[in-house]
């Protein structure tokens, strides 16, 4: 081995050394990108599947009290249940949608005077919220949000428009 090869070799000794140092920062934060997609993507699932249900069967005809909030509280209760996360919260809004016709169209005769809107939010905090490894930092956003909405008759159980 001469002079210049050897001196050569030494210079590209620590090259891979400096490419893992650059590189696995940023493995670590595509890594809990993808987890916590994945994790929303799951609580999006469970939500959308167990909100319609908990609409038709606890908002429609709530257990006690037949008022509109005993409904919003029984249905926020189921979601959250089956969701099973600290992570995500839920949120539940109920609005009069023959009421809303009305002020918008003036006098109008709906089909059903008890049409009520459910909208149902989630909200879901990524793990962790943000950190900094060899430079590369990681933010999540504070919240990623889902929503659906079900338009139920409170007369006519199990009917979804």
Not at 22 to 51: K, R, S, W, Y
Not at 148 to 158: H, K, L
Request: proline share 5%; charged share 15%.
């Amino acid at each position: 081995m001469t002079g210049r090869e050897g001196s050569a070799r030494r210079s590209e000794s620590g090259q891979m050394t400096v490419e893992l140092a650059v590189l696995v920062p940023m493995v670590i934060v595509v890594g809990l990108t993808v987890f916590n997609l994945m994790q929303f993507i799951e609580a999006c699932a469970v939500f959308d599947h167990v909100a319609l249900d908990a609409v038709i069967s606890q908002g429609v005809s709530p257990s006690g009290e037949q008022v509109e909030s005993v409904a919003i509280a029984q249905v926020c209760s189921c979601i959250e249940d089956a969701l099973g996360s600290d992570r995500c919260t839920v949120n539940v809004e109920a609005r009069d949608v023959s009421a809303a016709l009305h002020d918008a169209q003036g006098l109008v005769f709906p089909v059903s005077p008890l049409l009520t809107d459910f909208v149902c939010t989630l909200k879901f905090r990524p793990w962790p919220s943000s950190f900094v490894i060899a430079g590369v930092a990681y933010e999540s956003p504070i919240a990623l949000t889902h929503t659906r909405s079900f338009v139920v008759d409170r007369f006519r159980p199990g009917v979804v428009t």
